[in-house]
């Protein structure tokens, strides 16, 4: 990043181009946009106030998605309890219909609620590798733990996975 | 890769695009911590919550929102070279002071909402909790949810003592997928809280009975007296007697106006239904035909004399017709019981390259004259960052009028700011002002998916 561009503006430029994705990220750790949003904001406002002690711009999107983990970690931990919506509400229509959509539909239900039901950590494992793509280097970065870490993690998670979507083990 | 990987990575994708591109607020950043360099040696630097050591700022909450602020001042002035600096404190250089101190807002995240047969679809079923802030810093105090099995705020309103907030919650049914879309429950009854912030900034919430019920269905407005004793609630009109409820909430004693139909929907705006004596009522009307077609062109509003026993709304209160407005009925009234002031008309939103503009019209309420149009304002071009049209709407106000917070339609947002006369000011520590894009103050309604704050 440009040293010479003001904090306002570089901060501001990134927020432009990866704002989306890390609400979207924060979205599926936390199930809840509002809170998501609220997480990406205060993620970037860190950044810039972290924007001149930082010795080297070019990690500033993997300081932020760090900052945003950290955000919804504590927003786990205050809300104590499984997102409302996202927990399993009641069901309006028993009636079940064999369209493909809501076929589609029910199952992406079944997959985030047994995301959601994962331990936050083996929850960001996940999200970072295959929601986010990130290779495990850049997973471990962002959780602040190590490449075995990583690997263990995730490996535990996807076990859980399979056990909660009844499916084999990968 | 296996197939649960598949599968995680193709539903999380699906799952996250319920976010959708463009609907991301815009970043509002922070006064900026660190001044300009060439200032950095003048000494402590008193512009940023962030400097003060902890023991400091919880031992000198109040003291630090003023040095912030002043401090926000100064580095405006400094920096942009406009001003000669802070001046004497007075209510141009230091926009909270005087503003109640807390805020409360919700935010339904719903840009995309549809109704179809009485189903609402859309995203807006997500992140049904109300938070209150301190209005100066953006602290957050409190994040109140529906007590369980309930669900949604219907509405909630504020005192202009800024201390008490009344939330009306209902339960609405959400189908299998959770997301998908709800339908709201028009007959459950609603439960009220009420949440009271004490002197040092402690909350307490607790339920609140109120005499009778209230549906969804009946659609009820609210607004807290000044000094947060007293619930007004106005429901039905159009095709049914029109109610107005003036309830003491320590009490629950009840004075009730009515009007047979066909009467005029009652409408309460909340923050500016109230004079500050706590005895004039302000309510905005709206007159539906049976077709669903509003049939007012000009905004209407009933200045209701609370101190009247109850009985006739028509022969307890007095009608004045604001000329040059649009019909949209959310009443304010000024605390000092002599203005009213309402969104002058302005021709709907076109698209493309085009022009919006409107401004507000400062009204006698003894006659409805016009007085002083102020806080005009004009955009070119599509705004993106909208999630729904301009709108421009007071807040709240100072006794007499003179200084307003109002929302502003500015760039590519609604802000929130303080209105002097003709000079905006945005609140920029009203923590939620970047998403402040799809408003509406009058006791917002979660089916619309508006987002909503009481002052």
Known sequence: MDRGMGASQAVTAIYERHALGLTRLAFLMLGDRQAAEDVVQEAFCGLYRAWDRMPDHTHAVGYVRASVLNGSRSALRRSRRAPRVLAGPAAASSAASAEDAVLAGERQRETVAALRRLPPRQREAVVLRYFADLPEQETAAAMGVSRGTVKSTTSRALAALARMLQEEKP | MTQLEERLRADMRAESEQIGPGSIPALQLPARADPPRRLRRRGPRLWGPWHWP????????????????????????????????????????????????????????????????????????????????????????????????????????????????????????????????????????????????????????????????????????????????????????????????????????????????????????????????????????????????????????????????????????????????????????????????????HGPPRTGPAIESGALGVYSARTGALLQVIGRWQQHGQRPGMLFSARQAVVWSSLSGSRLIVEMPRGKLNEVGVLSGNTFRPLTHVALAPLLAAINSGGFQTSGGYVGFAW
């Open chain 2, 54 to 345: 902890a023991w400091v700022t919880t031992l000198a909450a109040a003291a630090a929102v003023v040095v912030v602020i002043a401090g926000t001042f100064f580095l405006a002035h400094v920096v942009s070279g406009s001003g000669p600096g802070p001046s004497a404190t007075g209510e141009e250089t230091v926009p909270y002071s005087g503003i109640p101190p807390y805020y409360a807002y919700a935010v339904q995240g719903d840009t995309y909402s549809r109704t179809i047969n009485g189903t609402e679809y859309g995203d807006s079923v997500i992140a049904r909790y109300v938070k209150i802030r301190a209005t100066a810093s953006g602290k957050l105090l409190r994040t109140v949810s529906p007590p369980a099995p309930y669900n949604a705020f219907e509405s909630f309103a504020g005192a202009a003592n800024g201390r008490t907030f009344v939330f009306a919650t209902n339960r609405n049914r959400y189908d299998k997928t959770g997301n998908e879309y709800f339908e709201l429950d028009h007959k459950t009854p609603l439960k009220f809280m009420i949440l009271r912030i004490t002197p040092g900034g402690h909350t307490q919430l607790s339920p609140l009975s109120l005499p009778g019920t209230l549906t969804e269905g009946q659609a009820p407005t609210l607004a807290l007296s000044p000094d947060g004793a007293r619930l007004a609630v106005a429901y039905g009109g159009s095709g049914k007697p029109a109610v107005v409820q003036v309830i003491t909430l320590a009490t629950g004693q009840l004075r009730q106006w009515t009007a047979p139909p066909p009467a005029a929907t009652p409408m309460l705006g909340g923050p500016g239904a109230w004079t500050s004596d706590g005895r004039t009522l302000a309510l905005g009307q709206i007159s539906v035909h049976p077709s669903g077609k509003i049939r007012s062109a000009r905004t209407q509003m009933r200045l209701l004399d609370t101190n009247a026993p109850g009985g006739s709304l028509a022969a307890d209160s007095k009608l004045v017709t604001l000329p040059g407005t649009d019909g949209f009925p959310w009443p304010f009234i000024t605390p000092d019981g002599t203005k009213l002031i309402g969104e002058i008309s």
